[in-house]
């Protein structure tokens, strides 16, 4: 299908998402319903490379469970890319606004079905996804893709594969809640591919409980618990009488997650897998391939995304595209003059 390099051409629906820099639209265009992702150039030159190195990534990698980048184009001061659309976002947002006390052990077996599927082909390609949390998986009715890969690093180094990674957590604080112990060390034993299975289990915690690990805890906090291994991240019944008396606990979630977490019993198929993912020596654990012989994952043979997200809706009517809205930000805009239009051609 060969898509426009005219906004004008493409029909916006509604926001999925708004930021200072960023707007996700819904839209359609030949009547095949898409993502469209609006970037502003004006922003800082490291952020302009992530974007950059995302579209790059992206391109080189061709697998079912990998977020797909269809088309890019430039008009004016934005930049637009053309996705797949994947009606019920990304994860965190289902955390956020349906399961709010997480989602069930099902649908948390078949989304890590398809992220290490996804994770299993990203590493035989010698690459580090270096970013998997909630917010990087998205869903569709019948399969999870990650997306965000502008951190994904290489070990092929001059035509030969590296033994291991080093690289900075500087400007990448937000996502030090989901980064491996050996990452936050920096020291001169770097990292592999390994990380990206400790972000997974840490991922498993925050789709268990409704909310990302050590959240609102200091960093301080948040590495010691690391480098001590500890494993009490997922919030229920045991979990809390195990650690009701330890100072390792903190003590806000604590506060706000007892009453619920009280009720949830998680499996000990569940929780081991937690645990093979959540070793803190990388050689410990098991790679996405052979994760995805678990056990754990089983129990997704007999159900689906469309079974497990029946009756979900997310409503985005508050973010409805007004006809007289200019999706440019330039009203003098003449949708059939296109002479400042760019295709990028990666």
Same mark, same amino acid.
């Given at each position: 299908?060969?898509?426009?390099?005219?906004?004008?051409?493409?029909?916006?629906?509604?926001?999925?998402?708004?930021?200072?820099?960023?707007?996700?639209?819904?839209?359609?265009?030949?009547?095949?319903?898409?993502?469209?992702?609006?970037?502003?150039?004006?922003?800082?030159?490291?952020?302009?490379?992530?974007?950059?190195?995302?579209?790059?990534?992206?391109?080189?990698?061709?697998?079912?469970?990998?977020?797909?980048?269809?088309?890019?184009?430039?008009?004016?001061?934005?930049?637009?890319?053309?996705?797949?659309?994947?009606?019920?976002?990304?994860?965190?947002?289902?955390?956020?606004?349906?399961?709010?006390?997480?989602?069930?052990?099902?649908?948390?077996?078949?989304?890590?079905?398809?992220?290490?599927?996804?994770?299993?082909?990203?590493?035989?390609?010698?690459?580090?996804?270096?970013?998997?949390?909630?917010?990087?998986?998205?869903?569709?009715?019948?399969?999870?893709?990650?997306?965000?890969?502008?951190?994904?690093?290489?070990?092929?180094?001059?035509?030969?594969?590296?033994s291991f990674l080093y690289g900075s957590t500087v400007g990448k604080e937000d996502q #030090?809640?989901?980064?491996?112990? /050996?990452?936050?060390?920096?020291? *001169? $034993?770097?990292?592999? %591919? @390994?990380?990206? +299975?400790?972000?997974?289990?840490?991922?498993?915690?925050?789709?268990?409980?409704?909310?990302?690990?050590?959240?609102?805890?200091? #960093?301080?906090?948040?590495?010691? /618990?690391?480098?001590?291994?500890? *494993? $009490?991240?997922?919030? %229920? @019944?045991?979990? +809390?009488?195990?650690?009701?008396?330890?100072?390792?606990?903190?003590?806000?979630?604590?506060?706000?997650?007892?009453?619920?977490?009280?009720?949830?019993?998680?499996?000990?198929?569940?929780?081991?897998?937690?645990?093979?993912?959540?070793?803190k020596t990388p050689l410990s654990r098991w790679t996405a391939t052979k994760l995805m012989?678990?056990?754990?994952?089983?129990?997704?043979?007999?159900?689906?995304?469309?079974?497990?997200?029946?009756?979900?809706?997310?409503?985005?009517?508050?973010?409805?595209?007004?006809?007289?809205?200019?999706?440019?930000?330039?009203?003098?805009?003449?949708?059939?003059?296109?002479?400042?239009?760019?295709?990028?051609?990666?």
């Amino acid at each position: 299908m060969t898509f426009s390099s005219n906004i004008h051409n493409y029909k916006l629906l509604e926001i999925h998402k708004y930021g200072k820099f960023k707007t996700v639209y819904k839209a359609n265009f030949s009547n095949k319903c898409l993502a469209i992702k609006k970037i502003c150039l004006d922003q800082p030159t490291e952020d302009l490379t992530t974007m950059c190195n995302d579209m790059l990534t992206m391109r080189q990698f061709k697998h079912r469970n990998i977020n797909t980048v269809l088309h890019c184009f430039l008009y004016k001061q934005y930049a637009y890319s053309v996705y797949p659309f994947m009606c019920y976002g990304d994860c965190e947002l289902l955390l956020q606004n349906v399961f709010t006390s997480g989602f069930p052990e099902a649908m948390i077996a078949l989304i890590l079905k398809d992220v290490l599927s996804a994770l299993s082909y990203i590493h035989s390609q010698h690459f580090v996804h270096g970013s998997i949390r909630a917010k990087h998986i998205l869903i569709n009715t019948n399969k999870a893709v990650i997306s965000n890969v502008g951190d994904c690093q290489t070990l092929i180094n001059r035509g030969k594969k590296k033994s291991f990674l080093y690289g900075s957590t500087v400007g990448k604080e937000d996502q #030090l809640f989901w980064t491996a112990p /050996e990452i936050l060390f920096q020291n *001169l $034993s770097g990292y592999t %591919e @390994k990380v990206d +299975i400790y972000s997974v289990g840490i991922t498993c915690c925050e789709m268990g409980n409704g909310f990302q690990p050590f959240k609102d805890t200091e #960093l301080t906090y948040m590495y010691i /618990e690391k480098v001590r291994g500890s *494993l $009490s991240l997922l919030m %229920e @019944k045991s979990n +809390i009488l195990d650690d009701q008396d330890s100072v390792s606990l903190d003590r806000k979630i604590q506060l706000c997650s007892r009453d619920l977490s009280m009720k949830k019993v998680f499996s000990d198929n569940f929780l081991q897998f937690i645990e093979l993912c959540l070793n803190k020596t990388p050689l410990s654990r098991w790679t996405a391939t052979k994760l995805m012989t678990h056990s754990f994952l089983k129990q997704c043979r007999n159900t689906s995304f469309l079974e497990q997200l029946k009756g979900v809706n997310l409503d985005f009517s508050a973010h409805k595209i007004r006809e007289h809205e200019p999706v440019c930000n330039d009203d003098d805009v003449n949708p059939f003059k296109i002479n400042d239009e760019k295709t990028w051609n990666f």
